[in-house]
């Protein structure tokens, strides 16, 4: 069964009606500006009453107490078809979120600050006959529009979508989530920003210790490679003190032979006088293979010293990890914190807390590797740092048995020359006899510079590694800044 609809009844179909059946926070402006509707939910929001603001013109001064501010209801009065274009902060509204449109003309919305609530205004002009009879305006409070929960959501997901990005290895992944236009405010923005700033800083400490890793294998092969000069140098020094003792028993046997004559003690005497130089000329020898020792064992502590200071490089990148681990743990207060404020819409938003915290743990625990991987170097180290004092060691001896050889030396050959002149001398026989040879200036010198290598020295260029391991939240108010 049809109904009929009266005329009386039609007349009093006005605006303020349609309004109130909206049950969203509006109003309506006729073409002069004057407000003919102002519904309930507006009256709560703006805390204006309906019976003190209906016929009244000049709004923008009665809600804002300022004559040079208009709403965007009164713009759209003056320029009906290009607002968006003739002032500054209108644009277009997404249709989607909007809840208006229109046949011929444009919908618009603005976003500002009205009696200290971030508003979201969105208004449309009414045509009749192609000529402007009125403009309907809604006033949203933006932590409330459907659209502030819809591009919440979508934020949620996209740094989801950046923190599976993170765990696949792309730390230069950005967030996918569109900031023109959007009604989010600067907290939530400000989190989207610090997981891509946080990405680029974790991707660029990655390289340095990559880098600084390389640093420090290179020179561990240098110590290796130092040390083992240092053991073949050693080796020839002993294979040298080896050939003066045969010498020296060569000439012991020679002594023991001497013949009856004066001509034979002659010979032997000359093949002393050879001998001694020979051997002078191996001690020579000796005594550069110890200075070759010495300046490797100097280059050896060299290289720890660089390696002392490429780890404490690494170490300080140990703590900026650790740094930017605490702001990923702030950042993850921070989600919890906005999770909180967004009510239900936040419930996914605690999803890139736990990420933004499983984020953490993971660079802490990339830190504490880092860090035993220097323990064990400086582990390597020290054992070598031991095992060149004990070649040194091996090298003082060998000096110290170098020396013995040349004074028993010495004192065969001045024994071989007294024994000649006790002798007759024979007409082809020199009138000199061979002398001794000497230790020279140049062997006491050298033999003050033996080379010599703390063991402690080095332990002292190895400092013991720092524990690194702190992990705390500072205040909600620094982590936003």
Known sequence: MSETVSKGSTESFDIQRVLDIINLPSFALDGDGTVIAWDDQIADLLGVSRANILGEQDLGYQLYEDESRKTLAERVLESPRDAHEQYDGVGLADEEYALLSVDAGNVYEDKSTLRGQNIWFIAAPVFEAGELIGVIEIVQDIDDSARHQQELEELFDAVIVTMQEFEKGNLGASVPFDTQDTVLGDDFLRIADGLEA?????????????????????????????????????????????????????????????????????????????????????????VNTMETVGESAHDVAGDVDTLEERMAEIDEVVEVINNIAEQTNMLALNASIEAARAGEAGEGFAVVADEVKSLAEESQQHANDIEEMVANIRSETAQTVSNLQETTERVDSGVDQVQDAMERFEDIVEAISETAEELPRSPTRPTTRPQAPRKSQAWSTKRSRKPTLSRNRLRRSLPAPKNRRRWCLISTTRSLN
């Open 198 to 286: 946080m990405g680029t800083q974790i991707e660029q400490l990655i390289e340095e210790v990559e880098m600084d890793v390389a640093e420090l294998d290179r020179a561990a092969d240098d110590v290796a490679d130092s040390a083992q000069q240092i053991d073949t140098l050693t080796t020839d020094q002993v294979d040298d003190v080896g050939q003066i003792s045969s010498e020296v028993s060569n000439l012991s046997a020679t002594v023991e032979e001497i013949a009856s004559t004066a001509e034979q003690v002659e010979q032997t005497s000359t093949r002393a006088e050879q001998l001694a130089t020979q051997g002078s000329q191996s001690a020579s020898q000796a």
